[in-house]
């Protein structure tokens, strides 16, 4: 039988490695830039059109390349990073496989101009599709050119399958702040379809970070800087009025190398205590110095995986810095003393008197620790009546419960206002039903509510406008200044009357109904960042914006709401046309039978 295992032709073998390396136009900014900085580099230039798909290119002013190295680094495994297996333990530069460059060139048309210094010619290749084109000498000045053109040209199914060019845009706009951002000594600019997105000069850490996400983010960071035998923290977190609630600007880095790490970051959320909303996230840029020795990147083509000897002591000393730093800045924890008004005869009895600011005490010790254990007795027998058990409600269908709410409505002419509800926790609305009663996420209702009524304004039933008596006017970094002015005209049928007025900056003149204009910023950025987040979804842009404002404008979880307001909300989420869960997934409300009741008492 003659043999049937051969070697793969150099072409398709770099197209194999290609579809590991490079996955999207941002996978090859990601390999340039970083390139770049490996050059040692002080100016880099990237050059993207339309989301990258039609060209990138990168321009530095690094040592350059000889002739030689200029053509051997289109070769599978050719590298200047390394020289023996040992240098994979202690690898300081952000490329060192040999992948990335054959990688990228055997999927698109390739043009590379580099010159070293000293030189009195360059080196000029083209290459298109892993096929040298062109070499050649040429005038171009110090440092090296690579232009990219055609990604995915030789590879239909995978530019078929690349996503809008607004998400593509994104995500090449998030790999050039990554190395922006960790790299604040050499000066970055960003142009897409000839218009200038970034500029940043050379500077230091908290410039760069000022450039790069707005003047407003600067008097609230926290400086960081930690250094144990085991790793060196240094960086910024940002105080609890920069908590967000995407995870859009969190950055950590190991030598200098972007990583993702959900253990560590969830060491750096627990450092913040409960100074953070169950929903919210912390904004930080850190960098963890580590003895290379000590981890291992060698995991993943992408590089942004890495492995810690150490894993358990980097976490504790996260979180311990992070709570620490935050201490030493007079920043804690504010501790909630809000109680349920149903308890307020019980407080008053234990001696607390609120006419006085401060809580005389009035009472023997005794007997008011008598009263407290009372008070703590029926507390907990209450919290294990709200906790129930998941088994108990699981049989009963929603379907079932909206028909019996229906049924209920038809029959006393008044729905559920048959009985008036009331507010548990200033969280839940409760609101007795014939067969026992529901429990009403306000929140999540309040999003279902909003998120069909923003989606049916879209589709033509356009939300009137309340003008402002004085226009605000709001600042926004690069990226989300060019997305907000694609969602002005859509915003506008939401009852949003903004305008772009130059240099990021947005005059609003109008809002709709129940919109407050002291949080409208914050409001509008929360807004930008959950529809940018929205964009891998592959939601359409009509679900994505209604989304993004019903998650950013609902009312807070811990509003008190009147009867009145109450009955309404509980009437418009059961005239929606999904009122069993939020458009992000979870459960409107739950319902309780007489008879689950009834087993807690036996």
């Known amino acids: 039988m003659a043999d049937i295992i051969q070697l793969l032709p150099e072409s398709i073998a770099n197209q194999i490695a290609a579809g590991e390396v490079v996955q999207r136009p941002a996978s090859v900014v990601k390999e340039l830039l970083e390139n770049s900085i490996d050059a040692g580099a002080n100016a880099i230039q990237l050059i993207i059109k339309d989301s990258g798909k039609t060209l990138i290119q990168v321009i530095d002013d690094g040592k350059g390349m000889s002739e030689t190295d200029a053509r051997m680094c289109f070769e599978r495994h050719a590298t200047s990073k390394i020289r023996n297996a040992q240098d994979l333990f202690s690898i300081k530069t952000m490329g060192f496989r040999g992948e990335a460059m054959p990688s990228i060139a055997s999927i698109s048309h390739l043009h590379l101009k580099t010159k070293q210094e000293g030189a009195e010619l360059g080196t000029e290749i083209i290459i298109h599709g892993s096929s040298l084109k062109k070499q050649e000498y040429c005038q171009t000045p110090k440092g090296t050119s690579i232009s990219v053109k055609n ?113 560590l970051h969830h060491a750096i959320k627990n450092g913040y205590d409960n100074m953070l909303g169950e929903d919210e996230y912390p904004f930080y840029i850190l960098d963890l110095a580590i003895d290379p020795s000590t981890i291992d990147i060698n995991i993943h083509p992408t590089k942004q995986e890495i492995k810690f000897e150490e894993d358990k002591l980097i976490y504790n000393y996260l979180k311990v810095t992070t709570k620490a730093c935050l201490a030493k800045y007079s920043i804690t924890p504010t501790l909630d003393f809000d109680k349920d008004l149903s308890f307020d005869r019980i407080y008053n009895e234990t001696g607390y008197d609120k006419k006085e600011p401060g809580f005389k005490m009035h009472m023997p010790v005794e007997e008011r620790r008598a009263k407290r254990k009372e008070i703590e007795s029926w507390e907990n027998m ?221």
């Open 382 to 602: 209450y919290r294990e009546f709200q906790t129930g058990s998941e088994t108990e409600d699981e049989h009963i269908t929603l379907p079932s419960t909206v028909s019996m709410l229906e049924e209920e409505s038809n029959n006393n002419n008044v729905g559920l206002a048959s009985s008036q509800p009331f507010q548990l926790h200033n969280q839940y609305i409760v609101n007795q039903i014939r067969s026992g009663f529901i429990i009403v996420d306000q929140q999540n209702a309040h999003e279902r509510i909003l998120y069909e009524r923003y989606l049916k304004a879209m589709k033509g039933q356009n939300l009137g406008v309340q003008q402002l008596l004085f226009p605000i006017t709001i600042d926004f970094t690069p990226e989300k200044a060019s997305t907000l002015e694609e969602l002005c005209p859509k915003l506008l049928k939401l009852g949003i009357k903004i305008e772009p007025f130059g240099h990021g900056s947005f005059v609003i003149h109008g809002m709709t109904a129940g919109m407050e204009e002291s949080n409208f910023n914050e409001v509008l950025e929360n807004v930008i960042n959950q529809y940018l987040e929205n964009l891998n979804l592959d939601l359409g842009n009509n679900e994505n914006l209604a989304l993004s404002l019903a998650v950013n404008s609902t009312i807070n979880r811990s509003k008190k709401l009147d009867i009145e307001e109450m009955q309404h909300l509980l009437d418009d989420l059961f005239a929606t046309e999904n009122p069993y869960t939020s458009p992000s997934g979870k459960k409107c409300f739950v319902t309780y039978e007489l008879d689950d009741i009834k087993k807690r008492f036996t």
């Open 151 to 263: 990604l995915f040209y030789n590879v239909p199914a995978r530019r078929k399958f690349l996503k809008k060019d607004a998400t593509e845009y994104n995500h090449i706009l998030e790999e050039f702040k990554r190395v922006a951002i960790i790299n604040p000594k050499v000066g970055f600019r960003l142009i897409h379809n000839e218009n200038e997105i970034y500029h940043l000069p050379e500077g230091n850490l908290r410039q760069r970070i000022t450039n790069i996400f707005g003047k407003n983010v600067n008097e609230k960071l926290v400086p960081i800087e930690e250094e144990t035998n085991v790793v060196k923290i240094s960086g910024y977190i940002g105080r609890p009025e920069l908590n967000k609630k995407t995870k859009s600007d969190q950055y950590l880095f190991v030598n200098g190398r972007y990583i993702k790490s959900p253990y």
